[in-house]
């Protein structure tokens, strides 16, 4: 079948759109120079003030906000102890640094596939995996709903793992009431523009486990600290400090504190917004031919940080690809999430075989993400269902 410029008409979008954007206001410009024309651009205030303001959003006890969101995976793994020889189980629907920050600390990124109806790491799937050498479960939040976070916290409990959950997608979900963040051992969060707040670059562990916590902030600066109870040989010299683990320099700095801060005033705004999006995509799509829709679990009150399209091959006669383009011609720039982790070069060459996750597989084959952000405009949601309707209705058998 030819590749059509357009399925039709003129295109549904009269000005482009992408799948992901920003909303910076004045409040947030004028907290970041507020900052800038203060004492401290990095190590100041800003930063326990946002800690604490996550706490409150997230329902944790302690908070470490670092350079990015992957900088918050690398630590929390530390943290954790992973080393050479240990295994990490993760999902390979997810972004590369859900599974690099296994291998940072030298250890195994072990891949268990996924629902094929919610997408998400499916914990009978983890339970399979796991072997002497399994210190930890990895479970990402992906497009934003909740994990099955009772079921994986059971399994952890009973082998003895840690639960690292990557929630760079879920800030503001509940599972079971509760706010993802406040659950299981460490949660790892990123502030990328493309997620639901944003601070430039930056991201944030949250635990209840002070040890964890205190871990958490050896790692994030040098492994270097002035807490006395830590230190080999306390002096009471004023500029004394010790080194006493191998850390980074994984700070956030003030401005991009102040920036997430201020975000933050506007999650429940964001979060509404994204939830009406998504009904009304759930609406239009939930019956429409040759589209088939990420399955909710009730446990999850979601806020999504991506709305995935699942094309149905068996109704419709083009590609991905073809699906993919022709939504471009309609002023529509998807995404797609994701290429499964091990099937990247760089984890290929270390001998994962294809086929590995036959459900992973074949949900990247046949999905890709549309347009989800807050200023996105009624009139343009209409029009991205609109443009979907036309390309479904041209390629349909
Ligand atoms: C964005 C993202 C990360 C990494 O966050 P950065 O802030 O970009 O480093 C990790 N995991 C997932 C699932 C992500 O989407």
């Not at 997810?94 to 990124?109: D, H, M, Q, W």
């Not at 268990?112 to 919610?118: K, L, S």
């Not at 003895?160 to 790892?188: E, F, W």
Request: hydrophobic residues 35%; charged residues 20%.
């Amino acid at each position: 079948m030819e590749k059509p410029a357009i399925c039709g008409g003129t295109p549904a979008c009269a000005t482009p759109v992408q799948y992901g954007r920003q909303y910076i206001d004045e409040a947030d410009i004028r907290a970041v120079t507020d900052v800038m024309k203060s004492d401290f651009l990095t190590c100041g205030p800003q930063i326990p003030a946002l800690e604490k303001k996550f706490c409150e959003v997230t329902g944790a006890k302690y908070a470490v906000a670092v350079s990015n969101g992957t900088a918050a995976l690398h630590i929390a793994c530390i943290a954790a102890g992973i080393g050479p020889g240990d295994e990490a189980i993760t999902t390979p629907i997810t972004f590369a640094a859900s599974a690099n920050c296994i291998s940072y600390c030298g250890g195994t990124p072990v891949f268990a596939d996924i629902d094929p109806e919610t997408y998400n790491i499916d914990p009978a799937a983890i339970e399979a995996c796991i072997t002497p050498k399994t210190k930890a479960v990895i479970p990402v939040h992906f497009t934003g709903q909740s994990v099955s976070c009772d079921e994986i916290a059971a399994i952890c409990k009973k082998h003895g793992l840690l639960m690292i959950q990557d929630a760079a997608h879920a800030v503001g979900t509940r599972y079971k009431g509760q706010p993802i963040g406040s659950l299981g051992d460490m949660t790892c969060f990123s502030s990328h523009p493309v997620k639901t707040v944003t601070s430039g670059e930056g991201g944030i562990v949250t635990t209840n486990d002070e040890t964890l916590y205190k871990k958490l902030l050896l790692a994030r600066s040098h492994g270097i600290t002035r807490d006395r109870s830590l230190m080999s040989a306390p002096s009471d010299d004023p500029w004394y400090y010790e080194m006493i683990s191998l850390g980074y320099n994984y700070r956030l700095t003030d401005m991009q504190a102040a920036l997430l801060s201020s975000q933050l005033e506007k999650l429940p705004a964001f979060s509404r917004r994204r939830k009406e999006i998504v009904s009304r995509y759930n609406e239009a799509f939930r019956d429409m031919e040759g589209i088939i829709v990420q399955k909710e679990i009730p446990e999850s009150d979601t806020v999504r940080h991506l709305y995935i399209l699942q094309l149905d091959t068996d109704i419709l006669t083009c590609s991905r690809r073809q699906f993919f383009d022709a939504m471009d011609a309609e002023n529509i720039h998807c995404q797609v999430h994701y290429i499964p982790v091990y099937r990247l070069p760089y984890y290929q060459n270390l001998g994962y075989p294809k086929g590995l996750c036959p459900n992973a597989e074949r949900l990247y084959e046949r999905i890709l993400s549309i347009p989800l952000y807050y200023s996105l405009a009624d009139k343009q949601v209409e029009e991205v269902i609109l443009a979907v309707r036309k390309i479904c209705a041209y390629y349909r058998r």
